[in-house]
């Protein structure tokens, strides 16, 4: 594996997860370091890190926030 993954690897906990839990990219990211994109892409994906994801979030919050004052009044 390339040494930048295996960097990634020890550092990013969600990124040694979602690898641990898919073993099978191991070996796309031994023969092709470029399917790094499409792993990323995937973890982002499954653990909701996405920006549309935390906007979503974010407006949920508000959300009930806005509705918890609103039966306060």
Excluded: H
């Amino acid at each position: 594996m390339e040494y930048f993954l295996q960097e990634k690897y020890n550092e990013d906990k969600k990124f040694k997860k979602y690898l641990d839990e898919n073993s099978n990219y191991i070996k796309y990211l031994n023969r092709n370091p470029e399917t790094y994109k499409n792993f990323i892409k995937e973890m982002k994906e499954l653990y909701k890190e996405r920006t549309s994801d935390k906007i979503n979030d974010a407006i949920n919050t508000i959300d009930i926030v806005s509705s918890i004052l609103g039966t306060l009044q």
